[in-house]
């Protein structure tokens, strides 16, 4: 080590440090593991044997919709974690100590985010193991699960900035998760997750499409199942580049103000 | 592995003129402030006086309006990276992750300063051993007493061998037992050579283990030196009175502003006065007589700290400091 600030491959082995650090957090609060375990598998089941049987005729024919759905939505959720690892760390004074240490300045952020791809990427997988336990087929070729998988874990990334930004303006951990939840179920919601969209009223499906959410979940469903791909994919990755392009510099330059205020 | 090592003939801790505004809140007015390698520098002040401000600039999380710091001979903004390879940093804002064990806190700390697996096991067992904390190695920092959680946080700060040490309220809100057991672990760093800047609203503390106190007050310093010469700056002993009716306490302030040139502190039917020798008690006695005051009680101590900082930043602020 130099005087000099660390270079890249020191900063990516810093992040891999902290990533690590945030995942090993989890064997010691059980709850954690709940909800990046126990939750994505109740909602499957849950909406699975309650509404399919009304929604599709029958659970079978429901779970080829939903699993690709629940996907989604509970991506959409665990972004929170972002914003609430990042507050309780800023709150509890840890982001201090390793601004305090000669390791690289994006490190911390950095390795708060590849954590909370790689749960994300646990809840895929979970997801996914589950449904095809409860009798998910894949009717695409097998390669659009890799596809599907690097699609969602873009869009997460590009949403995870949203809840960067929250957790640093959040005055403690309780209102990120307050905000985001309260934020992000509207968005859920008010998309093609759960339903098709062609029952919904009309003045409701042009939102609908629009929305990231339904077009990730479409495009999930093409991968998985077969069907159209291309243009939801598009529209879900030009959201993901959109609001990179606004939340990554507004969450950096506020985090900066946040530590500048001392 | 190297380690930039402080610039020899540098002091450890130099500030020019340190000032910092938060919105309309003025946090420091011009701090000065030099810390020789090796020594024990307490800072003195109640809360808000600056001391944290002060601190954080000088370990590199805020950048300064105004004025310049070096740390181990490094600017602190131009070479901040320099001076983060020779610090270290405790405070009730630079914290432990509570959510890690103990263990995996110092496992986390040393793999990030580039330890290897190996040397940071080795590491992390010693501090431990060190600390006292081998027994909770295994839990969740979370679950830590207040006593064990702050050895934790200095053992967090040591990982990295830091040649300067910043102590920011090292153990506000310990009970006496686990600041005495702080204390002691603090003593054994410094006779390794280890330059402290320590932070404290307790006198007891500063002179416990500070070779110079700087009193700061309003975000300037008001006064340093060592304990013996800050006593002697505001006078070697204490006189005190305790006016036996309220009614006499005016007559009580003017004489002992009469005969000691100060002004007295008041609280309530109490007043004192810093006083150079033991001579001014005769003269105090016999002016009470001749005056026909009656008083609960007369005692002339030596002066403890809290005499020096009442002196320096309570009303007796408006005597003029020499």
Known sequence: ?262 | MRTPRVRADSPAILAHGLRKAFGATRALAGVDLEVPQGSVVGMLGPNGAGKTTTVRILATLLVPDAGDAWVGGFHVHREAHAVRQLIGLTGQYASVDERLTGRENLLMIARLLGQSRAQARARADRLLETFSLAHAAGRAARSYSGGMRRRLDLAASLVGRPRILFLDEPTTGLDPRARLELWQLIRELVAEGTTVLLTTQYLEEADALADEIVVVDQGRVIASGTAEQLKAQVGARALVLVAADETEVAALQALLREISEREPQVEGRRLSVPAADAAVLRQVVRRLDEASLDVDEVTLRSASLDDVFLALTGHGAETPLP
Not at chain 1, 129 to 158: D, I, S
Not at chain 1, 236 to 259: E, Y
């Open chain 1, 1 to 262: 080590m130099s005087a000099s600030r660390p270079g890249v491959v020191a900063g990516l082995r810093q992040t891999a440090t902290l990533a690590w650090r945030s995942l090993l957090q989890i064997r010691h609060n059980p709850w954690e593991l709940g909800d990046f375990s126990i939750q994505p598998i109740l909602f499957l089941l849950l909406f699975m044997f309650v509404f399919g049987g009304a929604i599709a005729g029958s659970t079978a024919e429901y779970l080829r919709f939903i699993l690709p759905g629940v996907i989604v939505m509970n991506m959409v959720f665990v972004t929170v974690y972002v914003g609430y690892g990042l507050n309780t760390d800023l709150t509890r004074g840890v982001f201090d100590r390793f601004r305090a240490m000669p390791i690289a300045r994006w490190a911390p952020l950095a390795g708060r985010i590849v954590a909370d791809l790689v749960k994300q990427a646990w809840c895929i997988l979970l997801l996914m193991a589950v449904g095809l336990l409860l009798g998910f087929r894949v009717e695409a070729p097998w390669p659009g699960v890799l596809a599907m998988m690097l699609l969602v874990l873009t869009v997460a990334l590009a949403m995870s900035w949203i809840m960067v930004l929250v957790g640093v303006l959040a005055r403690d951990p309780e209102h990120v998760q307050l905000f985001g939840f309260t934020a992000l179920f509207p968005v859920t919601f008010i998309s093609n997750v759960f339903v098709p969209v062609d029952t919904m009223p009309d003045w409701l499906q042009g939102a609908v499409m629009l929305n990231p959410v339904s077009l990730l979940a479409d495009a999930s469903r093409g991968l998985l199942l077969g069907g159209p791909v291309l243009a939801p994919a598009l529209g879900a990755l030009a959201w993901a580049v959109l609001l990179t392009a606004v939340f990554a510099p507004l969450s950096v330059w506020a985090l900066n103000r946040r530590l500048a205020r001392g």
